[in-house]
């Protein structure tokens, strides 16, 4: 039971929608990069879910070339990412195509027994996700036959099929363990969402009860506004006849 008013940070749009998409999307593409040293482009590229991480690595994977396969488990995302222009399928038969997998589900064993059994010889296996229990690696252990750390941040485990599966970053989080995670200029508003969150909280712990909140939205708008204003990008204002317009409608 809570004690204390919390603010999720994570829910805040000047969030997930910058440091997660863009994030993580450009991070963990990095990761792969310097782990490995690999082409993209002309590669098949598993991301197993579509939410704010996966859009992001998705998105940018394509960028570079790659034949991108999303797997989901929520219809809505799926449809999302087949009308984004990714293939879709279930993982067991998105495995035995894949040449780089990635995950980002916040969920376990994504990558599960059956999956690792059907992959390629010389896939590449990540995690962009919240632990390493994303791709089961105890089973990924238990049909080796053979380990080498070929480098710093791969591991080549050698199947009793003597196939070949590269995991890279321990199925740790590819952009922290083999990257330098996301850059400053989009933490910023991350760390702008939890510091004016603490700020919040301080101003106003007396009328807040013991629950989970969503970051005000006037926090939220405000962190883009000056987001932009760092950038020196300006927009435009509604007009009074604008505001009239839009407000007349019932
Ligand atoms: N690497 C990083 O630096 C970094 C940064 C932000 C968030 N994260 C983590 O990444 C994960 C995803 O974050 P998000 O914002 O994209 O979350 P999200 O909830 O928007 O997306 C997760 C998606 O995974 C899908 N999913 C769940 N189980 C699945 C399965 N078995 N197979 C296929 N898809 C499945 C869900 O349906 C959902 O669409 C979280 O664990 C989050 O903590 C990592």
């Not at 629950?211 to 007009?239: C, E, F, G, H, R």
């Amino acid at each position: 039971m809570l004690t204390f008013p919390v603010i999720a940070v994570n829910e805040a749009k000047t969030k997930y929608l910058f440091d997660n998409r863009f994030g993580t999307g450009q991070s963990t593409l990095d990761g792969i990069l310097r782990a490995t040293d690999i082409l993209i482009a002309g590669k098949k590229f598993v991301v197993c879910g579509y939410g704010w991480c996966g859009k992001g690595i998705a998105s940018r994977a394509k960028g570079m070339g790659a034949q991108v396969i999303v797997t989901e488990v929520d219809p809505m995302r799926a449809l999302e990412a087949v009308m984004d222009g990714f293939e879709v399928m279930p993982i067991n038969e998105a495995a035995k195509e894949g040449d780089i997998f990635v995950t980002a589900t916040g969920d376990l064993n994504v990558i599960d027994k059956k999956s690792l059994t059907k992959m390629k010889s010389g896939a590449f296996l990540a995690n962009a996700g919240h632990f390493d229990c994303e791709i089961n690696l105890e089973h990924l252990a238990l049909i080796s036959k053979k380990v080498t750390q070929v480098n710093e941040h791969v591991r080549e485990y050698t199947t009793k099929t003597n196939k070949k599966l590269l995991l890279i970053a321990e199925g740790r989080l590819v952009n922290l363990g083999a990257a330098t995670g996301h850059p400053a200029s989009v933490m910023d508003l991350s760390f702008a969402n939890q510091a004016l969150s603490i700020e919040y909280i301080m101003k106003n712990h007396s009328k807040l009860s013991s629950q989970v909140y969503d970051v005000p939205l006037n926090i939220d708008n405000a962190i883009a506004k000056l987001k932009l204003s760092a950038m020196k990008i300006k927009i435009d204002k509604l007009t009074e006849e604008q505001k009239k317009y839009l407000n007349s409608w019932e």
